[in-house]
């Protein structure tokens, strides 16, 4: 059972290298059936106790142990949940450049992702994290013929590298401990003090790189909006969770319940993401990366449960950090079926109309009615209003940060509330800058020629898109069950359990885990606000009674409606103005044009700043690489010289 | 800006009291031409009235003179030719419902 | 008054009802010279303030009551005058305020204009004046909302005969 995903997948990428493009169709299909075996995997994991794998690697690393627990269960459970729509919607999507590749490397990736959830072992984690590293570099780079994409590639390796470096040394200072590279291994030799603090921080570095946390998301829009959207809804759905996955699995589970100030510090980090995250989605201009700064806000969310999850375990308040981890795996599970669908969205809008860029769109709920419906459930969930998942996350998450008062220091309370402080102005931003979003690609009138011959995509995308949509929605109407699932995935990481008992006070009204605090029933909203609405609508048609009349649309005594209306770019431009001193975009007047170059300070002056830094001692240190031999002989001797001292000395 | 506020507070109410009550309008106020017909002569010439009247309100024919609101400016051109049979009378209610009501006839006999 | 005349009256006085005490009113200058929108500006000043009787003036005519049209329609503001009446909702009024919305005044019917309002919209009030006083509007729009009465009218009288 096991290994039959795994080896579906393999097969499905080899298959589409071979056999050039008609072998990409039915590599994408040995895909979407990889992605439903691995639901059915992850949830026999979750519920059937675990599965083991072993192979030996030899004398370096070991044993390399493959199994799934609960948790990567859950983690396999969601990379299926959106691997399987994703790769049918991808049978219709066409990609510049061979098929055969992209099918390849779409497996590929969809492969080594989750083997890395299975590994048991830092070498084949970090073995199976390169991999799809690079698979991720080759498809954000795969249409290199279109403007930025190498760059935007190159930009990715390198932070991916620098994450991978950052792991690395975490493991190196575990595996110096521990002595071996298994990671139940490395639990029971309980790391200490320093050691951990340092390992702890290395990784979280590491991790949250790949996972697109402030500061260290730059590589993430560009990346994102390169990739094919077909593609990028994978990443952005399924191997986005892998730095999640590495900060639960390494720092919380292997280096177990450590200082508060590991929690307080994962916990601002995640509400600094998710307001910066935010606020800069809101001033883009290009569809895609709106989607992708979203991601990096959605992160932040994220964070912030994993924080509560710590903080409750160094105060030993057991339910608090269940619940922490809970909500941060709940959204983890709402944000990847809501931005693969709203990628796809963008893939259906980017194939329609060939451009990206929200001012020249509009209209097209006219045009592709069926994309803009399903596009709305995904806007809905992100912007976290009800019924959606997204609500139901959101509001669990800030709950759980009101539990702030049951903590006994100060500083971890603080760190909660101002946690709360900027989830809440994050919640608000994203609300409008998803108007902005599916107001000015969708509502209103079309604003360039790009949107005249717009439409739906064929079946398969459509097929895709809606088995998203179906799932997304059922996190938030169906919340009690995901809940149970997700808690009885995570049971086995604190010593409370499975709290899927403290989370309902009836059956269909969720609690964050404490009684008598609060209470909400997404289920309930459900079926209430439909019945409102039909309510609203009957009481108008019984007692309105006025006649409506269609006329046209009033511009002014214009003769064309063109160019009537506001435009996304105006939309924002209130919140862009207001938070200046926070953007601070550099203006700039080329010959007789005036141009507002938006480079936000974040990404461009203080990385300018970094990378000017790092060039400077680069340079300084080529200068060891002389070319001179006797030069290298010296460093050889020096070097030999430093080793025998050090061996005779310990 | 405390300037007009003060001037309103000390300068009282200077609102119209209309159409609560009637509204006479200062000396200098042209108004509207009114005909009066006993001073036309039905055997005479009233062709300089109509020469009088720049936008072309009065209209003289064989038979008739007309008067057209419609098209008067209220110069008061038509109430300086001697002979007085045009006034102008300092009157501001003059608007009406049906374009027929802006027409004044004066017939020959 | 004829007949006619009584039941184009009461067919105006039926529609007003529904704007009870409250009439916003939208302006369109179809290509006037200026004077009537200073009146129609100065029924806002504290002298002649037409918001103590309930009137408002709207920017966008699909709140709006009321038409306010000066100027003799110009050619080229004959379709934005007719798309502004369209997005009017029922019921609406139409008030031709000054000589040349009556008209034409000055310029008559020419290459530029079309001579009066009336021949592009259907006109309830006429406001003769060049420009009219602020009470002579005002007094229109009360006639149009059925609180004042009508003053002068058509006249026919015969020459040498005081009438």
């Known amino acids: 059972m096991f290994s039959l995903y795994l080896l579906s997948l393999a097969l499905g990428a080899a298959v589409s290298l071979l056999f050039g493009k008609r072998g990409a169709q039915a590599g994408l299909t040995l895909g979407a059936l990889g992605g439903a075996l691995a639901i059915v995997t992850g949830l026999l994991a979750i519920y059937a106790g675990g599965f083991t794998l072993s192979v030996e690697l030899g004398y370096g690393p070991g044993r390399a142990a493959f199994s799934l627990d609960g948790l990567s269960g859950f983690f396999v459970l969601t990379t299926g949940l959106v691997l399987l729509p994703v790769s049918v919607y991808n049978l219709h999507q066409r990609v510049r450049g061979s098929r055969g590749t992209y099918a390849a490397l779409y497996d590929l990736l969809a492969l080594a992702t989750l083997l890395v959830f299975a590994s048991e072992n830092a070498f084949a984690f970090l073995f199976f994290w390169e991999v799809a590293a690079g698979a991720f570099y080759a498809l954000v780079a795969f249409e290199d013929g279109r403007e930025g994409r190498v ?110 100030w590991w929690g307080i510090l994962v916990l601002l980090l995640g509400g600094i993401s998710a307001a910066v995250g935010i606020l800069y989605a809101i001033a883009q201009r290009d569809l895609s990366r709106f989607v992708a700064y979203s991601s990096v806000e959605n992160a932040g969310i994220i964070l912030i449960g994993l924080g509560i999850f710590m903080i409750g375990s160094s105060e030993k308040l057991y339910p608090l950090a269940a619940l922490g981890v809970v909500v941060a795996l709940l959204h983890m599970l709402h944000h990847s079926l809501a931005k693969s669908l709203l990628f796809l969205g963008v893939g259906a809008v980017d194939h329609a109309t060939g451009t990206l860029q929200m001012d020249l769109l509009g209209g097209l709920a006219r045009k592709m009615p069926k994309t803009a419906l399903l596009s709305f459930v995904a806007v809905l969930s992100l912007a976290a209003l009800p019924p959606s998942s997204g609500f139901a996350t959101e509001w669990l998450t800030l709950e759980s940060l009101m539990q702030g008062f049951r903590l006994s220091e100060l500083s971890a309370r603080a760190a909660m509330a101002i946690a709360g402080a900027f989830l809440a102005l994050a919640g608000g931003v994203a609300i409008l800058g998803f108007v902005k979003l599916y107001g000015g690609v969708f509502l209103g009138r079309g604003r360039s020629e790009a949107t005249r011959k717009a439409k739906d995509p064929s079946v398969a995308g459509l097929v895709g898109m809606g088995t998203l949509a179906l799932l997304g929605l059922s996190v938030g109407v169906l919340a009690p069950l995901w809940i149970r699932v997700v808690a009885k995935a995570t049971a086995s990481l604190t010593p409370a359990g499975d709290i899927s008992g403290r989370m309902f006070s009836m059956w269909p009204v969720l609690q964050p885990a404490y009684e008598n605090f609060s209470a909400l029933s997404p289920t309930l909203l459900a079926l209430a606000l439909p019945a409102l609405v039909v309510m609203a609508w009957g009481a108008v048609r019984i007692f309105g009674g006025r006649e409506m009349v269609l006329g046209r649309v009033w511009t002014s005594g214009e003769a064309s409606a063109g160019g009537v209306g506001y435009t996304p770019r105006g939309f924002s431009n209130a919140l862009r103005t207001v938070f200046s001193d926070f953007y601070r975009p550099k203006e700039e007047v080329v010959e007789r044009l005036y141009r507002s170059r938006t480079l936000f300070w974040l990404e461009g002056s203080f990385y300018e700043w970094a990378s000017g830094v790092l060039l400077g001692v680069t340079r300084r240190m080529k200068r060891i690489q002389s070319g001179n031999l006797s030069a290298y002989l010296l460093y050889v001797f020096v070097v030999l010289m430093l080793v025998l001292v050090y061996a005779s000395a310990g | 800006m405390l300037g007009w506020f003060y001037r309103g507070l000390t300068g009282g109410r200077v609102t119209t009291p209309y159409p609560r009550r009637e509204e006479r309008l200062p000396e200098g106020f042209r108004g509207r031409p009114v005909v009066h017909p006993e001073r036309l002569d039905p055997e005479g010439s009233w062709e300089e009235y109509e020469r009088a009247c720049l936008p072309g309100a009065i209209r003289v024919s064989e038979k008739t003179l007309t008067l057209d609101l419609g098209r008067c400016i209220c110069c008061g051109l038509c109430a300086s030719v001697p002979g007085g049979a045009f006034t102008m009378e300092p009157d501001f209610e003059l608007a009406v419902s049906g374009r027929g009501d802006l027409v004044t006839v004066v017939h020959r006999d | 008054m004829t007949r006619e005349e009584r039941e184009v009256r009461e067919e105006l006085a039926g529609r007003v009802q529904a704007f009870g005490r409250s009439l916003h009113i939208r302006h369109v200058d179809a290509g006037s010279c200026g004077a009537c929108e200073s009146e129609v500006q100065a029924l806002q000043n504290p002298f002649y303030d037409l918001h103590r009787l309930g009137l408002f003036f709207t920017p966008s005519p699909r709140h709006a009551d009321l038409l306010l049209v000066t100027g003799p329609v110009t050619r080229a503001m004959e379709r934005p005058l007719k798309m502004a009446y369209e997005a009017m909702p029922d019921p609406k009024v139409v008030i031709a305020a000054c000589g040349p919305a009556c008209g034409g005044g000055i310029y008559g019917r020419s290459y530029a204009t079309l001579g009066g309002v009336d021949a592009v919209l259907p006109v309830d009030v006429y406001v003769p004046g060049s420009p009219p006083h602020p009470l002579s509007l005002l007094h229109g729009i009360l006639l149009a909302l059925g609180r004042i009465e009508q003053k002068i009218g058509r006249e026919e009288h015969v020459a040498g005969r005081v009438s």
């Open chain 1, 151 to 260: 760059g935007a590639g190159y930009l990715y390796s390198a932070a991916s590298k620098l994450g991978t470096a950052m792991i690395l040394a975490a493991f190196f200072l575990a595996f110096a401990q521990a002595g071996t590279f298994g990671f139940p291994e490395m639990a029971r030799s309980h790391l200490s003090g320093g050691y951990a603090s340092a390992a702890f921080v290395l990784a979280l570095v590491g991790f949250a790189v790949k996972a697109g946390v402030v500061p260290l998301q730059v590589w993430l829009p560009s990346s994102y909006s390169s990739a094919p959207p077909g593609a990028a809804a994978l990443l952005a759905g399924g191997i986005l969770n892998l730095g999640f996955y590495g900060i639960v699995r390494f720092d919380v589970q292997v280096l177990g319940p450590g200082p508060t």
